[in-house]
């Protein structure tokens, strides 16, 4: 029995939540082999409201108590204030991905050829494109020494040598499994953590001889997503480049509500959340798109359980269903059915219960 920690968090995150958790219902009835349990805890602006802080102890005790964790989305415009000192959402969103030592933060851009008309590319440019962004996530400027003196703040980018090396493993091994290329992406051209970064992917690459290194400075990269896209299978880069550029990438493939993320690290158990926010401005009106969740739950069944036919069975299932030209209203098109987030999700479930 697995124990899977639920953290819904704000905004649309308690309803994607609910629909990906229906998916895993649907696996584990037709999968003896996956059987599961789940206990919430608060996190982010909720836990603000009940407990004072965005990150409770209780939270980070269940989640290290945990195989797995599912998160929703975190923030909203009722705790937004710009004081040094102040609590925010977000600040359990780092925290965790702290506690849990969640240092990769894996973001596949896949693009579904039902799709390819949703994004704001031209299709051409879109044919055979399969990124995988590895963003560093416990380090970099996220985490650096910052302060506010009077009227002059900074934040510091800070990154050691071993944590961009255990970072830039990960992209070479997953290189290994899927295209055999890797672009390191820095501004080592103006940034001494980025020099640092340069050589230690230089260093990494002894060790992976048989993958493509190419060095990338970030603002050429950001160019080259849009310019072309299917250049790229692995782009691994620090924390504050990876945010960029992976919502950057997700609009290849139509909508930021396509993007699934897994965050791994050294403490066993990993972390699975869509990479979007909690979208305040449609939260509680059944519209978001639950994909980028329950493919999510997709990604933490391949990585955390192994279980790769039923992660297959998802990944299809959400195929067939854009096939068959269901959206919802993030990637809505003309002809096609607009769905709500509840409609969404049980069109995945009702997919699954029947291809087998
Ligand atoms: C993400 C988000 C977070 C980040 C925010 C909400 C703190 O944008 O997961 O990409 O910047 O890491
Ligand atoms: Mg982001």
């Not at 602006?45 to 964790?69: F, M």
């Not at 990494?204 to 250049?231: F, G, T």
């Not at 809505?332 to 219960?353: C, F, N, P, Q, Y």
């Amino acid at each position: 029995m697995y124990k899977i920690a639920l953290l819904a968090g704000d905004g649309i995150g308690p309803e994607i939540i609910k629909e990906a958790l229906n998916v895993l219902d649907a696996i584990s009835e037709s999968s003896p082999s996956f059987q599961y349990e789940v206990e919430e805890a608060l996190i982010g602006g909720i836990a603000i409201d009940e407990t004072g802080i965005a990150l409770p102890k209780e939270t980070v005790e269940l989640c290290r108590g945990s195989d797995a964790v599912l998160l929703g989305a975190v923030g909203g415009p009722k705790w937004d204030n710009t004081d040094p000192g102040g609590v925010r959402p977000e600040q359990g969103l780092l925290g965790i991905r702290k506690e849990l030592e969640l240092f990769a933060n894996l973001r596949p851009v896949k693009i579904f050829d039902a799709l390819i008309d949703s994004s704001t590319l031209k299709p051409e440019y879109l044919h055979g494109v399969d990124v995988m962004v590895v963003r560093e996530l416990t380090g970099g400027i996220y985490f650096g020494e910052r302060k506010r003196i009077g009227d002059r703040a900074f934040d510091t980018c800070d990154y050691t040598f071993s944590e961009i090396e255990r970072l830039l493993r990960i992209g070479f091994d997953l290189a290994r499994k899927r295209g055999k290329k890797v672009h390191s992406v820095d501004k080592a051209n103006v940034l001494e953590s980025s020099r640092l970064w340069r050589e230690a992917a230089v260093k990494v690459h002894e060790d992976y001889k048989d993958i493509e290194l190419n060095h990338m400075l970030v603002d050429n990269c950001a160019m080259q997503l849009i310019r072309n896209p299917a250049q790229f299978d692995v782009i691994a880069t620090g924390n504050m480049f990876g945010d960029i550029l992976s919502d950057e990438a997700s609009m290849l493939t139509g909508s930021l509500g396509m993007l699934a993320s897994a965050s791994l690290g050294s403490s066993g158990v990993s972390l699975y959340e869509p990479s979007h926010g909690s979208a305040p401005d449609i939260a509680g009106q059944n519209q978001a798109n639950p994909l980028a969740t329950i493919m999510s739950v997709s990604l933490m069944l391949r990585y955390s359980f192994d279980l790769m036919d039923e992660a297959d069975r998802i990944d299809n299932a959400i195929e067939e269903v854009l096939n068959n030209r269901f959206r919802t209203a993030d990637i809505m098109e003309d002809g096609a059915t607009r769905l709500s987030t509840t409609e969404m999700g049980k069109k995945i479930v009702d997919t699954l219960k029947t291809d087998r």
